[in-house]
C-alpha cells in the first residue's frame, strides 16, 4: 500500500512539475524516475528484480527486439520501452541530416512558389504538408522546421504567422495520429502493443483523413481575414527567390532524401520484412551518420533532452505499473462500464482528450498502455480498438491546449522566440473548438465501425 501511494505521489509531482514548466522537462522526469526506482523499488519493496525490471535492459538483448520474422510480437513491454527511444533517436539523428542539407528550406520555398507565396493558398498549403509529413517524421520535428520557415516567410510578405503556427500545430497532431511513427503516444502505443504502420494507417489512418477534409476549411474561415491582406510589393519580390539557393550541397541533398525514402519503405513493410522500428530506426541513423563529414557535431545537434525525458517518464509509469495502481484504474474503468466496449471507448476517448489537453499526451499514453491492455485481458475486449480509441484521444486531446503535445510547447516556443508569442486564449480560441471536432468524429468513426 505504501509503494502504491509513493509511485502515485511521485508520478503526480512530475506531472505538476512539467505543467509548471520551472524547470527542464527532461530533468523532472529523470528525477521522478530515479526516486521511484530508489524510493519505491529499493527502499520501500526492497527488490532488486523490479529495479530490472524497470530498466528493462534485456529486451534489447532479445532476438525479437531486432527483429521478428514472419509474426508480429504483441508483447508489452514493462519499464523503458528501449523500442521507442531507439526509434525515435534514429529518426531525430535522421532529421538532422536532412535539416543540415537544406530539405525543409527548399520544400517550404518550393510550396510558397509554387502557391505565387500568396498567404491564403499558403496557410492551406503548409496545413496539408504539415499533416502529410507528419505521419513520417515525428509531429514535433515537423513542427520545429515549418514554425520556422512560416515566420520566416511571414517576414518576407508581411503578414502575421501565428494562424499558419496555429493550423499547423493541428494539423501536425491530427497527421501524426494516423500512422505510428507521426506522434510519440503512437510510437508508444504501438511499440507495446506490437502494431505496425500499416495497422495504424488502416485504422486512426481513415480517421485522420475525415479530420482533415473537416480541417481545412474550418482553419481556412477561421483565418482568412488575418491572412488575406497581401503586400503585392513584397510578394513580387519573393517571387524572384530561388528555392534551389537553399540548397548548399546537391549531392548532400539527393542523398539526405534517398535515407528518408528508404527509411519510409523500411517503416511501411516492416511487418512483411519483420524488422522492428528499433531496427529501422538504428539504420536510418547508421546511414545519415555514414554519409555525413562530420557525424560528431550532427549528433550534438540532436535534441538529447527528448530523449532523456522519455527515458525517466516510462520510469516513472513503471513504478504505477508494478506496484498496481494501473491495474486498480483498470478495474475502476472496467467495474464502471460493465464490460460495455461501447461505454469503455466512449470514456477512453473523452477521458484521453481532457486529460491530454492540459498535461502532456506522451506521459498519458504511456500511463494508458497497460491500462486498456489490463482491460482487454480481464474484460475480453479487443485491445486493438481500445488502441485506436487511445490513440485519437491522446493525440487529438493534446492539440486543444499550447501544452498538450510536445508539438505545441515547440511551435509556440518558437513564435515567441521569433518575436510572435502565442497567448493562451488565441491558441485555445481555434484549435480547442477544432479538437472536440475531431475527438468527436473518432469517436462516433469507432464506434461504427468496431
Known sequence: MLSQILAVVIFAAMFVEIVREKFPRYLVTLVAGGLTLVVVFLVVMQSVPDV???????????????????????????????????????????????????????????????????????????????????????????????????????????????????????????????????????????????????????????????????????????????????????????????????????????ISVTIFVVTVILLVTHAMT?????????????????????????????????????????????????????????????SITGGNLTIMVIIIIWLSAVASAFVDNIPFAATMVPVITSLSTTMGVDLNTLAWTLSMGTDIGGSATPIGASANVAGTAIAAREGHPISWSRYCKYSAPAAVIVVAISMAMILLRY
Not at 482568412?224 to 519580390?237: F, H, N, S, T
Not at 557525424?295 to 513504478?319: A, E, M, N
Request: one cysteine or more.
Open 52 to 254: 530490472l525490471t524497470a530498466l528493462s535492459l534485456h529486451s534489447m538483448a532479445e532476438t525479437t527486439f531486432w527483429y521478428t520474422g514472419a509474426h508480429v510480437v504483441n508483447e508489452m513491454n514493462t519499464g523503458i520501452n528501449w523500442s521507442t527511444i531507439i526509434f525515435i533517436s534514429g529518426m531525430m539523428i535522421m532529421v538532422e541530416g536532412m535539416s543540415e542539407a537544406g530539405f525543409f528550406d527548399w520544400l517550404c520555398l518550393r510550396l510558397a512558389k509554387l502557391v505565387n507565396y500568396k498567404p491564403v493558398p499558403l496557410l492551406i498549403c503548409f496545413m496539408i504538408l504539415s499533416a502529410v509529413l507528419s505521419m513520417f517524421i515525428d509531429s514535433i520535428t515537423v513542427i520545429l522546421f515549418l514554425a520556422v520557415a512560416s515566420v520566416r516567410l511571414a517576414h518576407l510578405l508581411k503578414f502575421d504567422p501565428i494562424p499558419l503556427i496555429i493550423a499547423e500545430i493541428f494539423t501536425a497532431n491530427l497527421g501524426g495520429s494516423a500512422t505510428m511513427s507521426g506522434d510519440p503516444p503512437n510510437i508508444i502505443i504501438g511499440t507495446a502493443l506490437g502494431l505496425t504502420f500499416g495497422d495504424f494507417l488502416q485504422n486512426t489512418g481513415l480517421i485522420a483523413l475525415v479530420g482533415m477534409v473537416v480541417m481545412v476549411p474550418y482553419f481556412y474561415f477561421c483565418f482568412r481575414k488575418e491572412v488575406g491582406q497581401v503586400d503585392e510589393k513584397a510578394r513580387r519580390e519573393a517571387m524572384e527567390l530561388d528555392p534551389r539557393d537553399s540548397i548548399p550541397n546537391r549531392r548532400k541533398f539527393n
Open 274 to 334: 519483420g524488422l522492428t522500428v528499433a531496427t529501422v530506426g538504428v539504420i536510418a541513423a547508421v546511414l545519415t551518420l555514414a554519409v555525413n563529414k562530420n557525424p560528431i557535431l550532427l549528433l550534438q545537434r540532436v535534441d538529447w533532452q527528448t530523449v532523456l525525458f522519455f527515458i525517466g517518464l516510462f520510469l516513472t509509469v513503471s513504478g504505477l505499473e508494478q506496484t498496481g495502481v494501473l491495474e486498480a484504474m483498470a478495474n475502476g474503468i472496467a
